[in-house]
């Protein structure tokens, strides 16, 4: 592969991690963090997402078809079935994330600009990183006997599991938001109410894993990407920071990026909850059961 496959490898595995510490300081503006006042910076929230995320799909199979990053034919290896398996389970967690998600969203705070661009920037980069993971020899390699390896079923079970549990807390997330729809309510309960700015409505989420953690959408979303890289890529070597680096292929920086990314994100919203609802629920740990 082009040495740039590398090089944006290694990189994005090591830039999450950085901006890591820096999320529990600043509240990404969108959802319940939306900026209090108007700015030509505000967008639609449910159009910008949909651009945001739509990157996704478009680059993953632009990656996997067209092989942009390979310097010769023979970086490029032939698709099999477990690669073909593996690059369905990755659209239709798009055609749910990109499009039959926020089309069946009734409403959606509007979204800093910021924030869809850098979803964007994320987006291009992990599905084009992930379709050309593929295509390559490493991936020829490990799945050319997946078909007939338990963890590899393991994996795309698990991805199943994280699948189907992050559209089922979604959707006690859309229920709140349509019942209050329906009865009227225009505005999120917020700590923020006072500067009257237009926010959606919030309530507390009841069923499931909601017993146990606030943010259980991204606990799902993190056990469903954990099988897909169980499923797709070599565990990366432990021996030390470098090899590390060097070892590990995109599904494994896929999914430790969105620890990275969304784990502070869940902290402060737990803690939007707790301030915001007298009545919540204080046993509840933020997004791993039992944990934290």
């Known amino acids: 592969m082009h040495p740039l496959y590398d090089v944006t490898r290694k990189l994005f595995f090591v830039m999450p991690p950085a901006f890591f510490p820096v999320q529990f300081f600043v509240n990404a503006p969108f959802g319940r963090f939306m900026p209090s006042t108007d700015s030509i910076f505000l967008v639609d929230g449910i159009r910008s997402w949909i651009l945001m995320e739509i990157v996704s799909p478009i680059a993953f199979v632009y990656a996997l078809v067209k092989t942009p990053l390979a310097t010769s034919q023979a970086d490029v290896q032939p698709l099999g079935s477990a690669q073909l398996l593996l690059a369905g389970l990755f659209l239709i967690h798009y055609a749910n994330r990109a499009i039959l998600s926020p089309l069946r969203t009734p409403s959606r705070s509007k979204s800093h600009i910021s924030i869809p661009l850098c979803g964007t920037f994320f987006n291009i980069v992990n599905g084009t990183l992930l379709g050309t993971y593929l295509r390559s020899r490493t991936a020829f390699t490990f799945l050319a006997d997946a078909p007939s390896r338990s963890l590899f079923w393991a994996g795309t079970a698990l991805w199943a599991v994280g699948f189907f549990g992050n559209v089922l807390h979604d959707e006690i997330l859309l229920n709140i938001r349509r019942n209050a729809k329906a009865k009227g309510k225009g505005k999120a309960k917020s700590d923020d109410d006072s500067r009257g700015s237009k926010r959606e409505h919030y309530g507390i989420p009841h069923g499931y894993l909601y017993t146990y953690i606030s943010y259980p959408n991204y606990f799902c979303e993190w056990v469903e990407w954990f099988g897909f ?51 919540y629920p204080r046993d509840r740990k933020v997004v791993i059961p039992f944990v934290f």
Not at 245 to 254: G, M, N
């Open 229 to 279: 890289a169980i499923a797709a890529a070599p565990l990366p070597l432990m021996t030390s920071l470098g090899a590390l680096v060097s070892s590990v292929q995109p599904p494994w920086i896929f999914v430790f990026s969105e620890v990275c990314l969304m784990i502070a994100r869940a902290y402060k919203g737990h803690q939007w909850y707790l301030r915001n609802f007298p009545d």
